[in-house]
């Protein structure tokens, strides 16, 4: 086990870095407002009205809470927010909006410099214009979602927190309790989560500093599963009360699909769309916008698929048809990434995107090129942080993908960017030859990208759109 202290953040750091996370808040409590979104819908209404499910006949407790598809532990957050909402009168969104400008100031100005200044073992602070970069972008792409109390954030937040506790003073019953509750958390509020649960382990193993006693190291371990016992123990006391089921895990059954069947009800999904939307607005006839996947439907019908009855009736799939799937999951993945619109709501399908894609695509080719000059350089404990945030990515890349779903890469990508480029690539310092060479890489990178994405856009189920915001004919 290394000598973990060389990766510990300078202390100040979260005071320097605290004056621009200020800024970001009060950016986003002057933006939200104008918004134009009147109340909550669909997700975001549904989250606000169960987090009431804790009071019941006068009384207020965990147990009271039953709802099979979702956790515990976001109702309960919003539950404060829910009762000054109630006594106040103010419209929900009201609450909503701050809870979302609170979660975009601790995120991005906070908890987003402070886990790389650690993974990074760097002692010295991230300059504001870096940080101000990385919430730039997490703005520009992201902005409308703080309108709305969805799990996205808050759960990559509460597995970031528990992440950069491992790293603070390891070894340490306290910070490692609190690891613990974060991680729990992040799988109660999305359940995908319980894949980083096995390199989250081996990371806090990993961190504990060499000579510790054989009572501290166990002490440290124990410490982290008691944390995430007080958040799974409600858990289980409510599918026993409720469900009649002796799980800790959020069950995630849905009242329209078989249980324990939602994830393969996805998978086949996967193979039909390439990638879907929420709309809220008057320029498109449902609601759901269903990118389909020509392909994937004929392969559907040439093999007859009607439904997936286990995870591993897809996996011998997968290996009957390695290259038909590779090309499949590579195309998911483009999606996945494709931020078209910065909300989860749309309010106007058919409006140009043009710009918000090519400043993605442009963060793409930037990370990757930054990616790729580091790339012999990470340590076993790198790689495990990585994957403790990306291995969750991999098992929805098969599945009918919202670009949400990849949060984690998305803002691996930004960080990157943000707090990797190198201070020595200015264009003056680099050979004019090699200055030429990634300037054609890039603009045939620009090419690739918006062709692939205006195949996809193409093929929206009720009328494809282009990436100008023209309305195109329904795929046949």
């Known amino acids: 086990m290394p000598d973990s202290t060389a990766f510990l953040p300078s202390r100040p750091a979260w005071r320097l870095y605290l004056p621009l996370a200020l800024l970001v808040l009060l950016g986003y409590l002057l933006y939200l407002p104008l918004t134009g979104y009147p109340r909550l819908v669909y997700d975001a209404e549904l989250y606000w009205f169960i987090s009431i499910y804790f009071h019941k006949a006068g009384s207020i407790s965990l147990l009271h809470f039953h709802d099979a598809m979702r956790g515990y532990v976001w109702p309960l957050l919003l539950l404060p927010a829910r009762v000054a909402q109630f006594y106040s009168g103010l419209p929900p969104i009201f609450f909503t909006r701050l809870l979302g400008a609170l979660t975009a100031a601790g995120g991005f100005g906070l908890l ?10 760097a002692a010295a602070p991230l ?6 970069a990385f919430a730039g972008l997490g703005f520009l792409l992201w902005r409308d979602h703080f309108n709305f109390p969805l799990t996205d954030f808050p759960a990559l937040w509460a597995l970031g927190l528990g992440l950069l506790l491992l790293f603070r003073r390891p070894g340490c019953l306290g910070p490692a309790l609190a690891a613990g509750l974060c991680l729990a958390a992040a799988t109660n509020m999305r359940p995908i989560y319980l894949a980083s649960v096995p390199f989250f382990l081996m990371l806090q193993w990993m961190l504990l500093p060499a000579g510790l006693s054989a009572g501290r190291l166990a002490g440290a371990v124990a410490a982290l599963l008691l944390g995430a016992v007080l958040v799974l123990g409600p858990q289980l006391l409510i599918n026993q009360r409720h469900f009649a089921q002796d799980t800790p895990l959020v069950l995630a059954q849905d009242a329209n699909i078989a249980p324990g069947t939602l994830y393969c009800f996805k998978l086949l999904r996967g193979l039909k769309f390439q990638k879907y939307e929420t709309s809220i607005g008057t320029d498109y006839p449902q609601s759901v916008l269903f990118f389909f996947d020509p392909a994937g439907r004929r392969f559907v019908e040439q093999q007859h698929l009607r439904e997936f009855r286990s995870t591993a009736e897809y996996a011998r799939l997968v290996l009957r048809h390695p290259v038909f799937f590779a090309r499949l999951y590579l195309r998911r993945l483009f999606n996945g990434l494709d931020v078209q619109y910065p909300t989860p709501y749309i309010q106007r399908v058919y409006a140009p995107t043009w710009g918000l894609a090519m400043l993605n695509y442009t963060i793409w080719f930037a990370a990757g090129l930054v990616a790729w000059h580091g790339r012999r350089r990470l340590s076993a404990v790198q790689w495990l942080v990585l994957a403790t945030l990306l291995v969750p990515c991999l098992l929805v890349v098969p599945t009918d993908l919202e670009c949400r779903y990849l949060l984690p890469l998305h803002l691996l990508l930004y960080a990157l960017l943000c707090f990797g480029w190198s201070a020595k690539w200015r264009p003056a310092a680099i050979p004019q030859r090699r200055l030429w060479l990634v300037g054609a890489a890039y603009a045939a990178f620009l090419w690739g990208c918006f062709v692939l994405s205006a195949t996809t856009q193409a093929q929206l189920e009720y009328g ?9 004919s329904p795929p046949r």
Request: glycine share 12%.
């Open 112 to 121: 987003g410099p402070l886990l790389w200044q650690a993974v990074r073992a």
């Open 464 to 472: 494809g759109r282009s990436l100008l915001g023209q309305r195109l």
């Open 127 to 132: 300059s504001w214009r870096r940080r101000l």
